[in-house]
């Protein structure tokens, strides 16, 4: 059984940093696209970032310049940096594995998705 394992969230105030990590089992996603997205309360799931297999990276408008994503494929992991966070990143954040389209910033089009871990940050 495929499963994402999301890791790295956490409660913190404006400003400050966190790194999320997923990290596939039952197989591993080197020869596939990769995303992070999320979900606050109420509102719709929305793209944040995501990495191709050739380790080009796409992020949505709202954190570019803050967030960086990355694939470490010999530890079959993938990361979202998260710098100079702010409420409005107050949100679940799910990890995403292999997209079916060309575009890597459609959640629809991802085939394998983890449960998330949550986010909060304060003012």
């Known amino acids: 059984q495929v499963r994402l394992v999301e890791s790295g969230g956490g409660l913190v105030q404006a400003g400050d940093s966190l790194r999320l990590s997923c990290t596939p089992s039952?197989?591993?996603?080197?020869?596939?696209?990769m995303g992070w997205f999320r979900q606050a309360t109420g509102k719709e799931r929305e793209s944040v970032a995501a990495?191709?297999?050739?380790?080009?990276?796409y992020y949505a408008d709202s954190v570019k310049g803050r967030f960086t994503i990355s694939r470490d494929n010999a530890k079959n992991t993938v990361y979202l940096q998260m710098n100079s966070l702010e409420p409005e990143d107050t949100a679940v954040y799910y990890c995403a594995a292999r997209s079916l389209g060309s575009d890597l910033l459609d959640g629809s089009l991802y085939v394998y998705w983890g449960q998330g871990t949550q986010v909060t940050v304060s003012l």
């Open positions: 990495v191709s297999r050739r380790y080009t990276t």
């Open positions: 039952g197989r591993t996603f080197n020869n596939d696209a």
